[in-house]
């Protein structure tokens, strides 16, 4: 058994490099790149999909659901660090820098919050591991996917990852010391699906 996480499919604020809302859906774009998602994972066996509530995570796991007939669990601690009153912003409009670790966006996260979130988040995966009786899906945000890592362990050769591409997938062993088998890996999308590198979340 394992646990595969995945990062939602694009959205046109990813392509345009727009701090995004929990509303914010998927692009045409993501939409196909959930669809390969769904193809690639639809014969291995998961048997539960847990996701981020935000919009475009939830319309990346019932890509799959669709195909599986497996409801989606939604799940407010897998949801993206929330950037408050700067989400809808451009980039390029701001004077700061929203990922700055001393930065606290109003009406926002810290990064402490939003860290000691994840590791809930973790301990919710792990404990529901032993109730699953096939492989587990993950569908969250690219800023979990990343805060997640120390939680793993990671092969020798590979370091951890300040990006992680739109779809890409992540596969864990579902016990301690959780190691990592594959690292965002987008090997699904095909040629013209592109993935994007522009925005973490």
């Given at each position: 058994?394992?646990?595969?996480?995945?990062?939602?499919?694009?959205?046109?604020?990813?392509?345009?490099?727009?701090?995004?809302?929990?509303?914010?859906?998927?692009?045409?774009?993501?939409?196909?790149?959930?669809?390969?998602?769904?193809?690639?994972?639809?014969?291995?066996?998961?048997?539960?999909?847990?996701?981020?509530?935000?919009?475009?995570?939830a319309q990346t796991a019932q890509a799959l659901s669709q195909l599986t007939q497996i409801e989606v669990e939604l799940n407010p601690l897998l949801r993206e660090r929330n950037?408050?009153?700067?989400?809808?912003?451009?980039?390029?409009?701001?004077?700061?820098?929203?990922?700055?670790?001393?930065?606290?966006?109003?009406?926002?996260?810290?990064?402490?919050?939003?860290?000691?979130?994840?590791?809930?988040?973790?301990?919710?995966?792990?404990?529901?591991?032993?109730?699953?009786?096939?492989?587990?899906?993950?569908?969250?945000?690219?800023?979990?996917?990343?805060?997640?890592?120390?939680?793993?362990?990671?092969?020798?050769?590979?370091?951890?990852?300040?990006?992680?591409?739109?779809?890409?997938?992540?596969?864990?062993?579902?016990?301690?010391?959780?190691?990592?088998?594959?690292?965002?890996?987008?090997?699904?999308?095909?040629?013209?699906?592109?993935?994007?590198?522009?925005?973490?979340?």
């Amino acid at each position: 058994m394992s646990i595969f996480v995945a990062r939602h499919g694009e959205t046109d604020h990813n392509k345009n490099r727009i701090l995004q809302l929990p509303s914010t859906p998927l692009s045409a774009t993501g939409e196909q790149q959930a669809k390969c998602l769904a193809q690639r994972l639809q014969n291995e066996n998961i048997t539960r999909i847990i996701s981020s509530d935000y919009l475009r995570a939830a319309q990346t796991a019932q890509a799959l659901s669709q195909l599986t007939q497996i409801e989606v669990e939604l799940n407010p601690l897998l949801r993206e660090r929330n950037l408050g009153d700067i989400r809808g912003q451009s980039y390029d409009s701001l004077d700061l820098d929203p990922f700055a670790l001393d930065y606290i966006p109003p009406n926002g996260e810290s990064w402490t919050d939003f860290h000691k979130r994840v590791a809930r988040a973790w301990q919710f995966i792990a404990q529901q591991v032993t109730h699953s009786n096939g492989h587990l899906l993950i569908v969250t945000h690219g800023l979990v996917c990343r805060a997640l890592m120390p939680h793993l362990q990671l092969p020798k050769d590979v370091k951890s990852l300040s990006q992680y591409g739109n779809t890409s997938l992540t596969k864990i062993q579902d016990t301690p010391p959780w190691n990592i088998e594959f690292l965002n890996c987008t090997a699904h999308l095909e040629p013209d699906v592109t993935r994007d590198s522009h925005s973490p979340v």
